[in-house]
């Protein structure tokens, strides 16, 4: 799997755009970008997910620049409960291996 | 829809003494099965994942093993516990022969072993 590099902390005000940025400069052409979120004693969630073009869902959006060498979560406005740990995560296509989740950027939203 | 369960939520075992925990999954026929554990402030380690029934893969070797009796039940074991097993367990599943691999957690068993 490809390896990706975030921050490891970010802060973010109430009700305004959070950004995460990942960066997966190793990225082959059928792997996927992923991202998961972990909130405190809880098991991850799934977020979103894209190949190469830009996605959106009730959740976030994801950008992938157009070399794939790195990409953005959006979280158009952040609330306190979005406060956690999230993962960027790449994998191929149909693959069941060897999954790795890092250490993530824990996003602490403040009020 | 689908659901996963998890049991106990919490545990707290002497160092030496056995383990046992459950994952179900409800919703869905043939799932990918994970258990993974997560050390204090530690990202996710994957530990044992399983494409069939009886069939388990191991990622790291260990003193746990992990079986899988039925279609949608995963059970993580030990027979002796070490003080280096506390942690937070696991399990997700992934639709089987998903074209993508999005995987759905389980709420977790936290795990402290004294």
């Known amino acids: 799997d490809a390896k990706t590099t975030q921050p490891p902390s970010m802060d973010c005000a109430e009700g305004r755009a959070a950004n995460l940025p990942c960066n997966h400069s190793t990225i082959s052409g059928n792997e996927y970008v992923y991202w998961y979120r972990q909130i405190h004693s809880q098991g991850p969630q799934y977020i979103i997910h894209?190949?190469?073009n830009n996605e959106t869902n009730e959740m976030a959006s994801l950008i992938i620049t157009e070399d794939r060498k790195s990409s953005t979560l959006i979280l158009p406005h952040a609330t306190l409960r979005d406060t956690a740990v999230y993962y960027c995560i790449v994998r191929p296509s149909g693959g069941y291996q060897k999954v790795t989740f890092g250490t993530g950027t824990k996003l602490q939203v403040i009020p | 829809s689908q659901t996963i369960h998890q049991w106990p939520a919490t545990l707290v075992q002497p160092v030496g003494s056995p383990l046992s925990l459950e994952c179900t999954v409800e919703g869905t026929s043939n799932p990918n099965l994970y258990w993974y554990r997560q050390a204090a402030g530690r990202g996710l380690q994957l530990l044992f994942y399983s494409v069939g029934i009886g069939q388990i893969s191991s990622e790291v070797p260990q003193n746990l093993s992990a079986s899988r009796p039925q279609d949608r039940q995963f059970i993580l074991s030990s027979k002796k516990l070490l003080l280096s097993d506390s942690g937070f367990y696991l399990c997700?599943?992934?639709?089987?022969?998903?074209?993508?691999?999005?995987?759905?957690f389980g709420p977790g068993t936290r795990l402290t072993v004294l």
């Open positions: 997700a599943w992934r639709r089987g022969g998903a074209s993508t691999d999005t995987q759905y």
């Open positions: 894209g190949l190469k």
